[in-house]
């Protein structure tokens, strides 16, 4: 699947989407629910979604999450930690760790996630889920 059509469909929707000044302030540090209304103010307030429209791309996040945690390399790279649980970090509705501080090498690139979804970025515990990082590429 192509990296613009992965992002429509996951409800991601960056791709070739000005996002300029896109206000990240919030703390990105919490639950699964928080990020969703995190991410659902993002598609509404500055990407001109419909609560409807991204009600439905929040749907379609949600569809494709467990795809990424059960595909997701991390555990086996040296910056994960033991006392770390989450994976998929690069995913909109997880987003970095609450644990991981130290980056001691980032296995991404290894993943067939990142193939799969032609992600560009890296050390998604550490910086942040590809989302908040092409964002703030744009701010
Ligand atoms: S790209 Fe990185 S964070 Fe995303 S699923 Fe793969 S290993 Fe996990
Ligand atoms: S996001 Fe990258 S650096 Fe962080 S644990 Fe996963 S593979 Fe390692």
Redesign the pocket.
Same mark, same amino acid.
């Given at each position: 699947m192509k990296r613009r059509e992965f992002f429509e469909k996951s409800g991601c929707a960056i791709a070739g989407i000005a996002l300029t000044g896109v206000g990240l302030k919030a703390d990105m540090h919490g639950t699964e629910k928080d990020r969703k209304a995190m991410v659902k103010k993002i598609l509404m307030e500055k990407m001109g979604k419909t609560e409807a429209e991204a009600e439905a791309m929040l749907a379609e996040m949600e569809k494709k999450l467990p795809m990424v945690k059960q595909m997701c390399? *991390?555990k086996t *790279?040296p $910056? #994960?930690v033991a006392n770390e649980t989450a994976v998929g970090?690069c995913h909109p509705l997880i987003g970095k760790s609450k644990i991981?501080t130290a980056?001691k090498g =980032?296995? =991404?690139p290894t993943c067939p996630v990142y193939k799969k979804m032609e992600l560009k970025n890296? #050390? #998604? =515990? $550490?910086r942040k889920s590809e989302m908040e990082q092409e964002l703030a590429k744009k701010a």
């Open positions: 390399v *991390c *790279c $910056t #994960y970090f991981i980056e =980032c296995n =991404c890296g #050390y #998604y =515990c $550490t």
